[in-house]
């Protein structure tokens, strides 16, 4: 190769070729995992041509974890692929002593492959509770990864909680794949979302598959928020009242609702009205029984969903969708986590198939169920991998996304 000079004199290094670029070595890319999905791990390795790298996890009798890396990894980039299982508590533990152990180890970067997040839920407060993903997030800033790769995020608001570039991949191309090429007549299909809060991404895949909606509206069972927990405090005693030198009227509660209503005096010079009596009590929220918004009758019926976990509402919601006269009824969903006797429960519903994607291991679940079907996604954690690594944009891999997915 011809050195060039510039007008100085002094040599001026050749430039470098895009082609270059493109054929980056990948001997500085190890990948390790955990114990949660090392099936994933050897796909995702396998896929991107490079040997697992040498990480051995296990628990002492004490059920302390010890984690030992036998392979360098001073100055690599470290992709640290870890899921989250029923085990979620091992896995984050794994997770974060991995990547500690990388940051002494002196590596270069160390990216989180997370593809189901775990306690993704926990990510509003409720009652005396925390908001449990943003101390993960702290938790895995802190180990030292710096940069995580997850999937299907239950609130892509979660992203805001770490401190470090998060990518929230997609399955929604992978699943609509599915429903084009193996539901057959998938054209005589309505995209059912089985509660209120699924409605955009139904809604999304309606779109994009040009089918038609239906919302399953109402509730089967409770609210969380309707349970008593003791927090609510017994109206205070004329005494006590007294005792804080306030007026009964002050600290005694409103009057019933279902009384003749008391009509608040206004004032006219300032236009402000104020209660009749006390603190205003919020109207209990009355939940309509189960219906469906939409005409599934002689249709096949797909809902969707991110998790799938417990199963009643599930298999209720497919009860409903049977009676009022739908085909076969399909479940699909990201993380097929099917907890307790969830494979058990699918066996013996209306439920004629569910598709999970392998973000989450079911292999038990599919030898107790037969309706279980599993989607690959190893390929886009390889590519997503292998731009990260070789510096490239991000944005082919959400193409055609919107706020909805």
């Given at each position: 190769?011809?050195?060039?000079?510039?007008?100085?004199?002094?040599?001026?290094?050749?430039?470098?070729?895009?082609?270059?670029?493109?054929?980056?070595?990948?001997?500085?890319?190890?990948?390790?995992?955990?114990?949660?999905?090392?099936?994933?791990?050897?796909?995702?390795?396998?896929?991107?041509?490079?040997?697992?790298?040498?990480?051995?996890?296990?628990?002492?009798?004490?059920?302390?974890?010890?984690?030992?890396?036998?392979?360098?990894?001073?100055?690599?980039?470290?992709?640290?692929?870890?899921?989250?299982?029923?085990?979620?508590?091992?896995?984050?533990?794994?997770?974060?002593?991995?990547?500690?152990?990388?940051?002494?180890?002196?590596?270069?970067?160390?990216?989180?492959?997370?593809?189901?997040?775990?306690?993704?839920?926990?990510?509003?407060?409720?009652?005396?509770?925390?908001?449990?993903?943003?101390?993960?997030?702290?938790?895995?800033?802190?180990?030292?990864?710096?940069?995580?790769?997850?999937m299907d995020l239950h609130q892509k608001e979660i992203?805001?909680?770490?401190?470090?570039?998060?990518?929230?991949l997609r399955a929604s191309p992978f699943l609509l794949?599915?429903?084009?090429?193996?539901?057959?007549?998938?054209?005589?299909?309505?995209?059912?979302?089985?509660?209120?809060?699924?409605?955009?991404?139904?809604?999304?895949?309606?779109?994009?598959?040009?089918?038609?909606?239906?919302?399953?509206?109402?509730?089967?069972?409770?609210?969380?928020?309707?349970?008593?927990?003791?927090?609510?405090?017994?109206?205070?005693?004329?005494?006590?009242?007294?005792?804080?030198?306030?007026?009964?009227?002050?600290?005694?509660?409103?009057?019933?609702?279902?009384?003749?209503?008391?009509?608040?005096?206004?004032?006219?010079?300032?236009?402000?009205?104020?209660?009749?009596?006390?603190?205003?009590?919020?109207?209990?929220?009355?939940?309509?029984?189960?219906?469906?918004?939409?005409?599934?009758?002689?249709?096949?019926?797909?809902?969707?969903?991110?998790?799938?976990?417990?199963?009643?509402?599930?298999?209720?919601?497919?009860?409903?969708?049977?009676?009022?006269?739908?085909?076969?009824?399909?479940?699909?969903?990201?993380?097929?986590?099917?907890?307790?006797?969830?494979?058990?429960?699918?066996?013996?519903?209306?439920?004629?198939?569910?598709?999970?994607?392998?973000?989450?291991?079911?292999?038990?679940?599919?030898?107790?169920?037969?309706?279980?079907?599993?989607?690959?996604?190893?390929?886009?954690?390889?590519?997503?991998?292998?731009?990260?690594?070789?510096?490239?944009?991000?944005?082919?891999?959400?193409?055609?996304?919107?706020?909805?997915?």
């Open positions: 190769m011809l050195l060039q000079r510039n007008k100085l004199g002094s040599v001026r290094p050749p430039k470098r070729c895009r082609s270059d670029m493109d054929n980056t070595s990948t001997s500085d890319i190890v990948i390790i995992n955990g114990n949660s999905h090392p099936d994933l791990a050897n796909m995702v390795a396998e896929r991107m041509g490079i040997k697992n790298g040498g990480c051995s996890v296990f628990h002492k009798s004490n059920r302390e974890t010890i984690v030992e890396i036998s392979d360098s990894v001073r100055g690599k980039d470290i992709y640290i692929i870890q899921t989250g299982t029923k085990d979620a508590n091992n896995n984050i533990m794994e997770l974060l002593i991995m990547a500690y152990a990388c940051k002494t180890s002196s590596a270069r970067s160390i990216v989180g492959v997370i593809p189901y997040l775990p306690y993704s839920k926990q990510c509003k407060m409720r009652k005396r509770g925390c908001i449990v993903s943003k101390l993960l997030a702290k938790m895995m800033c802190t180990s030292g990864l710096t940069h995580i790769i997850t992203q805001g909680f770490f401190d470090i570039p998060v990518d929230n794949q599915y429903i084009q090429e193996s539901i057959p007549d998938y054209r005589n299909s309505v995209i059912v979302a089985r509660n209120p809060g699924v409605a955009k991404k139904a809604n999304s895949y309606a779109e994009r598959l040009r089918l038609g909606l239906a919302v399953i509206h109402g509730e089967q069972k409770e609210a969380e928020s309707d349970e008593v927990d003791g927090r609510y405090s017994p109206p205070p005693t004329r005494a006590y009242c007294n005792l804080l030198g306030n007026s009964v009227e002050m600290c005694l509660p409103t009057v019933n609702r279902n009384s003749t209503p008391q009509h608040a005096p206004m004032n006219s010079r300032t236009r402000t009205t104020s209660v009749s009596v006390g603190v205003p009590e919020h109207p209990v929220k009355v939940k309509p029984p189960l219906t469906i918004v939409g005409d599934v009758n002689g249709r096949i019926a797909i809902m969707v969903d991110d998790l799938i976990d417990d199963v009643q509402a599930f298999v209720a919601a497919a009860e409903m969708l049977k009676e009022n006269g739908a085909g076969k009824v399909y479940v699909l969903a990201t993380h097929g986590l099917l907890s307790s006797d969830a494979p058990r429960l699918l066996e013996e519903s209306v439920i004629d198939e569910v598709v999970v994607t392998n973000t989450i291991p079911h292999e038990i679940q599919k030898l107790q169920c037969q309706k279980i079907k599993t989607i690959d996604i190893s390929i886009l954690i390889a590519e997503a991998i292998r731009r990260i690594h070789n510096k490239e944009s991000m944005s082919y891999l959400f193409r055609n996304v919107t706020l909805e997915d």
